[in-house]
Each structure stands twice: as C-alpha cells, then as structure tokens.
C-alpha cells in the first residue's frame, strides 16, 4: 500500500505543480504587460520586472486553490484512462483509500500556502509596493486619493505611505474643536519613532479661527500618538497582504475602537479556512473522476476544472463584499462555497460506490 500511496502522491503532485506553473507563468505574463503602461523615468522595465517577482509569492498563494482542482482532475484522469483506477478498484483498494493518497501531497500544498500567507507574503508585497512607490516617486505626495486614514485621541491623521522601519510619509493631521469645527491642520513631509514618540519633519501648521487664519513652519515636532509603528505595519497594506495573526490583531484593535472591521475579519477567515477551500475543492475532483468524468477526455476534464473553480471563487467574491454590504458574519460568507462544494463532492462520491 505504501508504494500505491506514493504512486498516486507523485502523479497528483507531478500533476498539480505543472498546472501551477503554466498559470504562475501566463499571470506574470499580464502583470509585465499591465506594469508596461506605467513605466516613466525612475520606473523602468528592469524596476517593473523586480515588482512582479516580489509578488510572485503572492500569486502563487492565490492560485493554490484553482492548481490543486485542475491538477487533481488531470491526475486522476490520466490514471482512469490507463485503466490504473480501475485495476485499483479491482484489487479491493476503495475510493477512500484512494483519496487519501490524493490528500496527503494536497496537505504539503497546503502547509506551503499556510507558510506563505504567515511569514512571506507580508514582507514581500510590503517590499514590492514601496520600492514601486519610491521609484514613481509616490512616497512624498500630498493628494487624498491614497493613503490611510485613521482616528487617534480626538484627531483625524491621513498618511501616505509608512515603511516597515517605522518611517511614515505625508503624515496630515486634522483637529477638530469641541462643537466639530476645524481648528487646526498639521502636514509634515516625514515622520521617524525615536525614543519612543514621533519625531515630525518640516511640518506646515495652519490655524483656524472666526477671524483669522494662520500658517507657520516648523522644521521638527513631537507626536505623542498612541500607534506604534508595528501598528502602521499592519494598517498600511491591503488587508489581503497581512498574515492571519495580524489580521487577528488589528481586527481585535478596530473592535476595541468601536470602528468597523469587517474587511479584516473576512480577509482573515478566508485565510485561515484556505485549507478547508483547497480540501473541499480537491473533494470535487475526486468525485468526478470517479463519477461522472470518468471515460472523458483530458481536455474536458481541465475544462471542467476551470469552470468549477471560477464558479466557486465567483460565489465566494460575491459572498465576501455582500456580507460587508448586509452585515451577515465574514465566516458565513467564507464557509458557505466551501461547505456546498464539500456535499457536492461527498453526494458524487456515494453515487459512485
């Protein structure tokens, strides 16, 4: 059995690793392409190139899901159509069995997407986004369009950009008087922690009052905020780019702040059941080849895999930004692809025993 085992793992993995490959190759393809329309002084090809490969890790933790369905599906397909399956089936090993031996290279596929989503992903997109921003020279712009915002001991700050050494970028401040009306706005270029406080650079204070208003610069100035700068780490990228225990984090952060955190919730779980989503769609490949995609065609079988896949990340994209819409719980709206695609596949595979 183990050698059957092993067998089976090395088709399915064989299988499973080129379907990545071709994908991770044509998405790199299209993001070289998308990247060409941005190119300017500063940002060249060779810069362009460099931010697709930091984000290589990424796209490979996006595609895990869709590779292991289509890889499975040509796998197990290329066993039934030498007969191997059958002749297994023959000998008395049960579709059980056979899953299993399919599942336990999935389990590494899944243990390198749990790795990547914990320790790469953070630091490798938060690398490629600043190194971009430095070379379109983003880092030091002053418009609202980007950015933060963030609410902090009665005043509203927008920044820019903030770099994983605590450095923040176009850091703008907004206090308010006691009846809500705009006193005072503070914008510095650069801001650095020392000695456990912020530590702003060449700041432009400007003072509202009923009869007059007021500018001055300041080359240096304190703020006493209470974020740190591990918090700025977390808050600055896309909740998508944060690992589940920072997202677990900084959703904890918003709850206690009274502010919405749904966005982060439902990043987390997503993250944190991709395991469950791998496992049930690689349950869906098991049960047709098993059922009805037994004596078919490769061809088909990917084609099969592909529309399977888009269905199911369709309803899980529909899902996700419906519970932020209708407030219904970010899990929900994560589990439900995965728990119909789960008794899809269990119903498929009691019809073929």
Not at 264 to 282: D, E, G, N
Not at 339 to 348: D, H, P, S, T, Y
Request: glycine residues 10%.
């Amino acid at each position: 059995m183990l050698k059957l085992d092993l067998y089976i793992g090395r088709t399915i993995a064989l299988a499973v690793g080129a379907v990545l490959l071709v994908i991770l190759g044509l998405d790199i393809v299209f993001a070289i392409v998308d990247q060409l329309g941005e190119l300017k002084d500063g940002y060249g090809f060779a810069e362009a190139a460099q931010y697709v490969l930091w984000k290589l890790p990424a796209r490979i933790y996006e595609q895990l899901g869709f590779s292991a369905l289509v890889g499975c599906m040509v796998g197990l397909g290329t066993l039934a159509g030498t007969s191997e399956l059958t002749v297994m089936r023959a000998a008395g090993v049960s579709i059980g069995r056979i899953a299993w031996a399919v599942m336990k290279p999935i389990v590494l596929l899944i243990l390198i997407g749990l790795a990547l989503a914990e320790f790469v992903i953070p630091k490798t997109n938060v690398i490629a986004e600043n190194n971009r921003a430095r070379a379109l020279g983003e880092l030091e712009a002053t418009g609202l369009e980007s950015g933060l915002w963030l609410k902090d001991s009665g005043e509203f700050v927008h920044f820019n950009a903030a770099l994983p050494d605590g450095e923040l970028y176009g850091v703008t401040r907004y206090h308010f008087g006691e009846y809500q009306e705009l006193r005072r706005v503070e914008f510095s270029e650069r801001g650095q922690f020392e000695g456990g406080e912020w530590q702003l650079e060449n700041s432009r204070i400007t003072s509202f009052s009923a009869e007059s208003t007021q500018s001055e610069l300041v080359p240096t100035s304190e703020w006493n905020a209470e974020i740190s700068p591990e918090l700025f780490a977390l808050i600055v990228p896309l909740p998508s780019d944060l690992s589940p225990r920072n997202l677990w984090s900084y959703g904890s952060f918003l709850d206690r702040k009274g502010e919405d955190s749904s966005r982060y919730w439902l990043q987390f779980w997503k993250k944190l059941l991709q395991p469950l989503t791998i496992a049930s769609l690689v349950m869906v490949a098991i049960s047709f080849i098993f059922g009805p995609l037994r004596e078919v065609t490769t061809g088909l079988r990917v084609f099969t895999g592909i529309i399977v896949g888009i269905v199911f990340q369709t309803v899980q994209d529909m899902l996700g930004p419906s519970s932020l819409v209708f407030g219904f719980p970010p899990l929900l709206a994560v589990l439900v692809p995965i728990l119909l695609c789960f008794g899809a596949g269990w119903l498929l595979l009691k019809r073929a025993r």
